[in-house]
């Protein structure tokens, strides 16, 4: 799923209670007007840059997190229904929460990678995936990847429901 600047800005103006365009040196409203993958790719990588420096990295990761697993109307969802309803379709089918991680790797839904230590369940990635980014190989700053942490969240909270 691409990078959705409204998520963005809800996401900002959720947890900081401040609007992006105030806040940010980044012009917000410029990304719907890029039309090719590596111009989006470096504005997000000038957006979460300037997010960093006009927040913290504690704020920021939470702004990231909650564009992933934002689900609220009238903003676009990371997490899409077809693949809510797969997801808790393959959780139904399953006989535990290792069995349901399984076919989830099967599907290749979250990349495949993921892995059940004890009561956790982790991943990794040998790339990204967000739309946005996965097609350069502009270096974006980690805290973009805490839209995928929100992804999962999401994703698992809607299956496992």
């Known amino acids: ?19 992006a365009s105030a806040v940010l040196e980044t012009n917000v409203d410029d990304y719907n007007r890029i039309k090719t993958p590596i111009k989006k790719a470096k504005f997000i990588k000038k957006l979460i840059t300037d997010l960093l420096a006009k927040t913290s990295e504690p704020i920021a990761k939470k702004i990231m997190y909650q564009c ?9 969802q990371c997490v899409a229904v077809p693949m809510i309803t797969k997801v808790k379709k393959l959780s139904r089918e399953s006989k535990s929460i290792k ?8 599907h290749h839904i979250g990349g495949g990678n993921l892995r059940l230590k004890g009561n956790v369940i982790t991943t990794t990635y040998e790339r990204c995936y967000c739309g946005a980014v996965s097609k350069t190989k ?9 839209c995928g942490a929100g992804w999962y969240s999401r994703l698992f909270e809607e299956a496992l429901s």
């Open 1 to 19: 799923m691409p990078f959705h600047i409204s998520r963005f800005i809800w996401s900002f103006k959720k947890i900081t209670g401040k609007n």
């Open 68 to 76: 992933g697993s934002v689900y609220n109307q009238g903003i676009s």
């Open 99 to 106: 069995d349901f991680i399984n076919k989830l790797n099967q």
């Open 138 to 146: 502009e270096k974006i700053p980690i805290t973009y990847c805490y």
